[in-house]
């Protein structure tokens, strides 16, 4: 355990570096509001908009228990659901579930996925942020630390009992995120978390968000999940999933 807490602190600095986050950028206003809401049978969503960058908007649904709270939260990055991102058939259930068990949760739209499908937020965009050392991801993670700096200005949202999860891309995006912001209690990866070898071998559509620049040279994934012990984190994949 010594020898691995001495490494913990030189791995997380190269990969952040190969996810083009070595240095972090400004925390600048997130311009926050709430500009809808739909009630539901003993909670609610607020449809959320704010700037995890100047002028880079994300889209995103809160999902509020009815009470004062403060309640646990669970953020949920999304994975690659272009067209009704944030609420496709395999992301919104979970968030509709987790509410009435009393978690509230934040589900955003992935860079060029949902509403975010716009022009200059293609997932395409990862080619031509190659040039800058960055990727999908840079963006991704950044808006998964910006979404947990809102809930933080919330008194009815409890961050010191937060959880991270997603699938596929959304499990990328939780496996990473935890990996770099200490601000999370529980992470939970899903079909994501493999050899990066394997995924070479298994081929198959995958996008520049897959691959940070150098990171299996150093590591590999299973030390970049014992990079979150010694907090709980559960890993779950699928026995017919040809890519991961």
């Not at 272009?82 to 987790?98: D, F, T």
């Not at 200005?153 to 409890?158: K, L, M, N, Y």
């Not at 200490?182 to 493999?194: C, E, M, N, Y």
Request: contains cysteine; proline residues 7%.
């Amino acid at each position: 355990p010594q020898t691995f807490d001495a490494r913990r602190g030189e791995l997380r600095a190269r990969i952040r570096e190969s996810m083009g986050l070595r240095d972090l950028p400004e925390r600048t206003p997130l311009d926050a509001e709430v500009v809808g809401t739909v009630s539901f049978d003993g909670y609610r969503i607020e449809k959320l908009r704010f700037e995890s960058r100047p002028g880079v908007v994300v889209t995103a649904h809160v999902y509020v228990p009815d009470g004062p709270g403060p309640f646990p939260v669970v953020v949920s990055p999304i994975g690659h659901y272009y067209v009704y991102g944030k609420s496709s058939p395999y992301v919104a259930p979970r968030a509709h579930g987790l509410a009435k068990l009393g978690y509230a949760s934040l589900v955003y739209d992935a860079f060029g996925q949902g509403e975010r499908d716009v022009g200059g937020h293609s997932h395409d965009e990862g080619w031509r942020l190659a040039l800058t050392g960055q990727s999908n991801l840079s963006i991704m993670v950044w808006d998964t630390m910006r979404a947990i700096d809102y809930l933080e200005t919330r008194s009815d949202i409890d961050t010191t009992r937060l959880a991270v999860t997603g699938a596929s891309g959304g499990g990328l995006n939780s496996l990473y995120t935890s990996i770099v912001d200490d601000r999370i209690s529980a992470s939970l990866p899903v079909v994501f978390v493999t050899g990066f070898e394997d995924i070479v071998i298994a081929g198959g559509p995958h996008d520049p968000c897959t691959y940070q620049w150098g990171v299996a040279g150093y590591t590999n994934m299973g030390e970049m999940a014992g990079l979150f012990a010694p907090k709980p984190q559960l890993l779950m994949a699928g026995d017919r999933d040809v890519y991961f």
